[in-house]
């Protein structure tokens, strides 16, 4: 006989809950909520590393403030924030051009440039 406890399985059955008429608007909520969970650990942690950094002296916070990035930096980041968002949006983007026929959605590069000045 073992001592281990007996595994409860993590899958809930039954229907899902429903909180809004539109079963599309819980699924949405679903998935920002799972982002802002995943944020907020991510947050937690890069506190966690600056505070690290200036505690054991290799870095004071002030420089992470102060940083200004070169020109080529900035052209990565964009790059890599416009890959992020296009995987982040793509389901969001192919329903809009399914209901709008075809439409094109915004150009990301707008959207981006909302967010970069946070115009949202």
């Keep these: 006989m073992t001592d281990s406890p007996p595994r409860i399985p ?8 429903q909180s809004f008429s539109d079963p599309a608007i819980d699924t949405l909520l ?9 944020l907020s650990v991510t947050r937690d942690r890069l506190e966690t590393l600056e505070r690290l950094l200036e505690t054991r002296g290799v870095l004071a916070r002030e420089a992470i403030e102060a940083y200004e990035m070169t020109a080529d930096e900035k052209a990565v980041r964009a790059a890599s924030r416009a890959e992020y968002l296009d995987r982040v949006l793509r389901a969001v983007r192919a329903e809009f051009e399914d209901l709008s026929g075809g439409r094109a959605a915004r150009p990301l590069d707008d959207i981006i440039a909302d967010f970069a000045a946070r115009k949202f």
């Design 10 to 17: 993590r899958v809930a059955r039954g229907e899902r809950p």
């Design 30 to 38: 679903g998935v920002v909520m799972s982002l802002v969970a995943e």
